[in-house]
């Protein structure tokens, strides 16, 4: 799986001395994201359901902890229960609090018209993703309004656009893009910003196993019309939420960015 992390190693200290936690850590772009913010400075607590990551190798706050010289930590965190979501937003109290979260945990469920659908697969996927997205917001927000912080939510392509086959995603990916828009107003008077980072097709196990583009004729004829002809890396979106966690875009809330290769805007 392609995988560009390592370049930036050492570059910048954008995040130095602060406390992240990421949900989905384990594997993809949790992963990446987990490794990203501690090459920039940042201990990192990595909060999943499993330890192990999805693609293969090693647990990902063993990783940060031997490519670099932060501290990361792993709490078994399932988002759809809020107070796992805030066991794991305390454990950030051994790096100092919390200052940024980021909530990334999320599966693509049930991917079939909505006259099919199994309305608990459905419940289950909104669970996670929704619900998830809710409950690290909350649990993050009643620390930041003490001395600030960042939060970025993970919502899709899918959570600005409609996709037919993936209604449920969308809608669950929806209402993390306006959840966020409104818990911006809200704590923006405190010093929190909060974004929103939409990706395109990354390859991840998502999209090898899950969604099954990578390497598909569909996923070859999808890429065809994607401005830059390929999808994505984990460490692309990485880049961004660090740039929105950092004080590089301490004026910017309540905003969006897509991480998509041109595909949205450009068909
Ligand atoms: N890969 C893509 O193309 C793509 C595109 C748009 C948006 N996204 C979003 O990016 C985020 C990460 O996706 P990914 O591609 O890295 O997927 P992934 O499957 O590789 O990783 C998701 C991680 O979330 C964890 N997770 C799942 N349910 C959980 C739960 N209830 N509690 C805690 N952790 C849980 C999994 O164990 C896994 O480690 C998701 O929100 C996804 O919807 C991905």
Not at 92 to 120: E, H, K, R, S, Y
Not at 122 to 137: E, K, M, P, T
């Amino acid at each position: 799986m392609p995988d560009n992390v390592v370049r930036y190693r050492s570059m910048t200290e954008l995040l130095t001395d602060r406390a992240a936690v990421v949900t989905g850590a384990a594997s993809g772009i949790g992963r990446a994201v987990a490794r990203e913010f501690a090459a920039h400075g940042a201990d990192v607590v990595c909060a999943d359901v499993r330890e192990s990551p999805r693609e293969g190798g090693e647990p990902t706050h063993e990783l940060v902890a031997s490519e670099t010289d932060r501290e990361a930590a792993f709490v078994d965190c399932d988002v759809t229960d809020y107070d796992d979501v805030e066991r794991a937003v305390a454990a950030a109290d051994a790096f100092g609090g919390i200052d940024v979260m980021v909530n990334n945990a999320g599966v693509v469920g049930p991917q079939t018209p909505v006259v099919d659908l199994d309305v608990d697969a459905y419940r289950d996927l909104v669970a996670v993703n929704l619900d998830g997205v809710v409950h690290g917001s909350k649990a993050a927000a009643l620390r930041m309004v003490e001395g600030g912080g960042s939060i970025v939510n993970v919502s899709s392509i899918a959570g600005i656009t409609g996709y037919g086959g993936l209604a449920p995603y969308s809608a669950s990916k929806g209402g993390v893009t306006l959840f966020s828009y409104a818990l911006a107003a809200e704590l923006g008077p405190d010093g929190v910003r909060v974004n929103v980072v939409h990706p395109g097709v990354i390859e991840t196990a998502m999209t090898t196993d899950d969604y099954a583009l990578v390497g598909t004729d569909e996923g070859e004829d999808l890429k065809a019309s994607i401005p830059l002809r390929r999808f994505g890396r984990p460490a692309e979106v990485a880049g961004v939420c660090t740039f929105l966690a950092s004080d590089l875009a301490g004026f910017v809330t309540a905003e969006s960015v897509v991480v998509d290769g041109g595909s949205l805007n450009s068909r």
